[in-house]
């Protein structure tokens, strides 16, 4: 696993809500009138239903699709030790099924009219959604309705289901040497920050977990108040409103435990961690402590850290591909990355893989040396503007999929943000100065902040005594 690349908006894919404005709703008999908040330029609209549940419509009538998403404010990091893992686990078992749709019905109905559905979890989240036609979006709102309050959680399916998990684990992490450098560098850096522990889990903890864990977990985050509904496509906002409080609005809320803050406590010093691996190159992970836009006292400096990130790493002409492996040939590969729309402070990462004929110090030491650099010089305007110009690109390239649209708006929405943020982001990082990108280099990229991760090759695993 990589760090997250410079990529504007789209780099929410990994990645979500302040609220603008209070809404009421008012019966009149049968008739809801709703409060409806609207951004044309946007061409956004929003309500919340009376239990709480948010609905979020973005209008995009190009092509008779639609894309239905149902985001629940739960991930890996409202988790703990001892069911680390839990919110991806109740993910892969919300396929299993209700009594109305038993196991097997749901995915199979949804193919059957041609559409796509799948999930994702997060750390600050887990998003169920299905691709469809747009005359189609009254089942995805009967299926997601129904598994919102009546999920059977089986003791049969959850343990050939967990499984399947701890599988996913060992594909992706434990015989992948890069991602369990990822995964060892955010347990190190983070002691109490909620994002110490991966998204899958710790494999310990996923063979203890019980299927009670999972119910206690559902109870818990599956409600309409703890969720928002973002549908993007070929629809009128209205008739979305109408059709999701006929599905969801009789859903009942539910009080929301929050989670105990998990405030990291000051770093003294760099810390440092070495995995050995089968493996045949080295590999470096940097991580700085940064806040994220939802926890900085300044929030230009959320916008500073992003335009950080593409000017290291923004393409062939950023100054990490430029340097380090076309001029230097130091490296196979660098990266430089951040993710801005976390609910949580994060890290400003780098990463590096040497060329055979160079060690793993001298690129370390490479790293810094461009850090220094960007502490000490001003950043020209031509980066600035080679910066803002891919803001703008990945923008218009994040409008061609009305999937990518509403994960951007689930995500901001689910972080704390608020999907209003989109229309800010331009400009935000348009305001973005030299001076500034060089403020945060000097306050963030420093050795109290910072936490490296080194791959070590073997040939072998020694066996444990």
């Not at 004929?357 to 001298?362: N, V």
């Not at 220094?372 to 980066?383: G, M, P, Y």
């Given at each position: 696993m990589k760090p997250i690349k410079f990529l504007p908006l789209v780099l929410l894919l990994l990645l979500g809500c302040s609220n603008f404005s209070s809404h009421t709703i008012a019966e009149k008999n049968d008739a809801v009138e709703m409060s409806i908040i609207s951004d044309q330029t946007l061409k956004t609209h929003e309500t919340t239903l009376a239990n709480g549940m948010k609905v979020i419509v973005k209008e995009d009538h190009r092509a008779p699709v639609v894309v239905s998403q149902v985001w629940y404010r739960v991930g890996s990091a409202q988790e703990h030790s001892g069911i680390t893992g839990v919110s991806h686990a109740l993910e892969h078992m919300m396929f299993k099924g209700t009594e109305k749709y038993p196991s097997g019905t749901f995915s199979s109905l949804v193919a059957e009219i041609g559409a796509r559905d799948n999930a994702f979890t997060g750390r600050d989240y887990t998003a169920y959604y299905q691709l469809m036609g747009k005359d189609n979006l009254e089942l995805s709102f009967e299926l997601e309705s129904d598994r919102m309050q009546n999920l059977i959680l089986s003791e049969e399916d959850f343990k050939s289901e967990i499984e399947v998990v701890k599988e996913e684990r060992r594909l992706r992490t434990d015989d992948n040497p890069n991602a369990r450098v990822f995964e060892q560098l955010f347990a190190t850096a983070f002691t109490n920050n909620p994002y110490h522990h991966p998204i899958i889990g710790w494999m310990n903890d996923l063979e203890n977990l019980q299927v009670s864990d999972l119910e206690e977990w559902y109870q818990r985050w599956y409600m309409p108040n703890n969720a928002s509904l973002v549908v993007v496509g070929d629809v009128e906002p209205k008739q979305v409103f109408t059709m999701a409080r006929q599905y969801f609005g009789d859903i009942k809320s539910r009080e929301i435990k929050a989670s105990k803050p998990r405030v990291e406590q000051p770093q003294t010093g760099t810390r440092r961690v070495t995995v050995k691996a089968i493996a045949k190159v080295p590999y470096i992970m940097l991580g700085y402590k940064v806040p994220s836009l939802a926890t900085a006292e300044n929030d230009w400096e959320a916008y500073a850290l992003s335009v950080l990130g593409g000017v290291l790493d923004g393409g062939r002409s950023a100054r990490l591909s430029k340097r380090l492996v076309r001029e230097k040939e130091l490296v196979s590969g660098a990266g430089a990355g951040y993710n801005l729309f976390a609910r949580y402070p994060t890290l400003f990462l780098f990463d590096a893989t040497p060329t055979?004929?160079?060690?793993?110090?001298?690129?370390?030491?490479?790293?810094?040396?461009?850090?220094?650099?960007?502490?000490?010089?001003?950043?020209?305007?031509?980066?600035?503007?080679r910066v803002k110009a891919q803001v703008i690109a990945s923008e218009v390239y994040q409008q061609d999929s009305v999937q990518r649209q509403a994960t951007v708006i689930g995500s901001l929405e689910t972080v704390g943000l608020g999907w209003k943020e989109m229309g800010e982001y331009r400009q935000r990082i348009n305001a973005i100065t030299a001076e500034q990108v060089r403020e945060v280099a000097q306050k963030y990229l420093i050795e109290d902040r910072l936490t490296v991760a080194l791959l070590q090759p073997i040939e072998h695993v020694a066996e444990n005594n």
């Open positions: 055979e004929q160079h060690s793993i110090a001298e690129v370390e030491q490479a790293l810094y040396e461009e850090i220094k650099d960007i502490q000490q010089n001003l950043v020209s305007e031509e980066e600035l503007d």
